[in-house]
């Protein structure tokens, strides 16, 4: 029976930890569940290398890979050098061309480079980057959520977010997007699963819809 079993890894998203899927919920007889978490890059490490090494503590084999947010561009980079199942990306971008403005402005600019030291140790401004609000009152859910705040890790973040050049969509990932996102707010166009009223942590609020809709997306036929 074990063999028959999905194994499901997660990633999350810019700054958060892999908390973000706590009420992600599948059918244990079919499913289980790995959640990934960042590690701190090495000095000048591209993405492609850090996907490299994220692979590396995937312990199964044909597995279904799904990341939120710039998590969901780690995983089409994975997805490059694995064999997978399936792929799932959530709330995020199905190439560079979807990146808003502010985003492509940041690239050409370079002013990524200066971005980072303002967000490390301020909560409201890491929740606007990583979330695309602010706290108001959720104060304590963004402490739980955003605990990734190393310095190293923001630089090379934000940089690989406004840098990536993929041209065009991965063919075989599955994009869910929420029609509310306004951290990406054009990757609702072409080839994508569109949840209404779904925001850019819709992962967490409309986890209902992915508990229901996630084993039937990863059964059926590709």
């Known amino acids: 029976?074990?063999?028959?079993?999905?194994?499901?890894?997660?990633?999350?998203?810019?700054a958060a930890n892999p908390s973000i899927?706590?009420?992600?919920?599948?059918?244990?007889?079919?499913?289980?569940?790995?959640?990934?978490e960042w590690k701190i890059?090495?000095?000048?490490?591209?993405?492609?290398?850090?996907?490299?090494?994220?692979?590396?503590?995937?312990?199964h084999e044909d597995i279904v890979l799904l990341g939120v947010s710039f998590g969901g561009i780690l995983v089409q980079e994975m997805s490059k050098?694995?064999?997978l199942k399936k792929l799932f990306v959530v709330s995020s971008v199905k190439s560079h061309h979807e990146l808003p403005k502010r985003l492509?402005?940041?690239?050409?600019?370079?002013?990524?480079?200066?971005?980072?030291?303002?967000?490390?140790?301020n909560i409201d401004m890491?929740?606007?980057?990583?979330?695309?609000?602010?706290?108001?009152?959720?104060?304590?859910?963004?402490?739980?959520?955003?605990?990734?705040n190393d310095k190293t890790y923001l630089?090379?973040?934000?940089?690989?977010?406004?840098?990536?050049?993929?041209?065009?969509?991965?063919?075989?990932?599955?994009?869910?997007?929420?029609?509310?996102?306004?951290v990406f707010p054009h990757s609702c166009e072409g080839n994508c699963i569109i949840i209404k009223g779904g925001t850019h942590?819709?992962?967490?609020?409309k986890y209902k819809w992915f508990n229901e809709n996630l084993p039937k997306l990863i059964l059926q036929s590709s």
């Open 104 to 121: 492509k402005l940041l690239k050409y600019t370079k002013a990524y480079k200066i971005l980072p030291t303002q967000l490390v140790g």
């Open 81 to 83: 050098y694995m064999s």
């Open 126 to 148: 890491l929740a606007k980057y990583a979330f695309g609000e602010t706290i108001k009152k959720r104060v304590e859910l963004y402490k739980k959520y955003l605990s990734v």
């Open 21 to 36: 899927f706590e009420h992600i919920k599948l059918p244990e007889n079919q499913f289980e569940i790995h959640w990934l």
């Open 1 to 14: 029976m074990k063999d028959k079993i999905i194994h499901i890894y997660m990633m999350p998203g810019m």
């Open 41 to 59: 890059p090495t000095k000048n490490e591209s993405l492609e290398a850090y996907a490299k090494r994220m692979i590396a503590d995937i312990k």
């Open 201 to 205: 942590i819709m992962i967490i609020n």
């Open 155 to 182: 630089d090379w973040a934000i940089k690989q977010v406004v840098c990536w050049d993929q041209e065009t969509p991965n063919k075989d990932a599955i994009y869910i997007h929420g029609d509310k996102d306004i």
